[in-house]
Nanobody, 122 residues
């Protein structure tokens, strides 16, 4: 029903900003809640942020609150993650996810992208 492809990752210095994009395909995209997760080597996959189908509500992990912003543009079938004040501990592979609502996204997302690497140097 929906395919997800992340982009925008790269190597940055601590304190820099980066914007990730997740391009979706499928005619039902606008009906899905979306989210971002990340996974560092040797660690479990971690919830980062989620957004409702119309962008009316957003949710963030405490570790990124105040620094990261999730948004979406349904006309472009794209969800974004704006990352500011990046820290070395933000280094991970970032994954885009989709589900029927934000609870489903956070607990058992139906669709996942392939991931994009974000590396933050000290």
């Amino acid at each position: 029903q929906v395919q997800l492809v992340e982009s925008g990752g790269g190597l940055v210095q601590a304190g820099d900003s980066l914007r990730l994009s997740c391009a979706a395909s499928g005619r039902t995209f606008s009906s899905y809640a979306m989210g971002w997760f990340r996974q560092a080597p040797g660690k479990e996959r971690e919830f980062v942020a989620a957004i409702t189908w119309n962008g009316g509500s957003t949710y963030y992990a405490d570790s990124v609150k105040g620094r990261f912003t999730i948004s979406r543009d349904n006309a472009k079938n794209t969800v974004y993650l704006q990352m500011n004040s990046l820290k070395p501990e933000d280094t991970a592979v970032y994954y885009c996810a989709a589900g029927q609502n934000t609870y489903v996204v956070r607990t058992s997302a139906t669709y996942w992208g392939q991931g994009t690497q974000v590396t933050v140097a000290s």
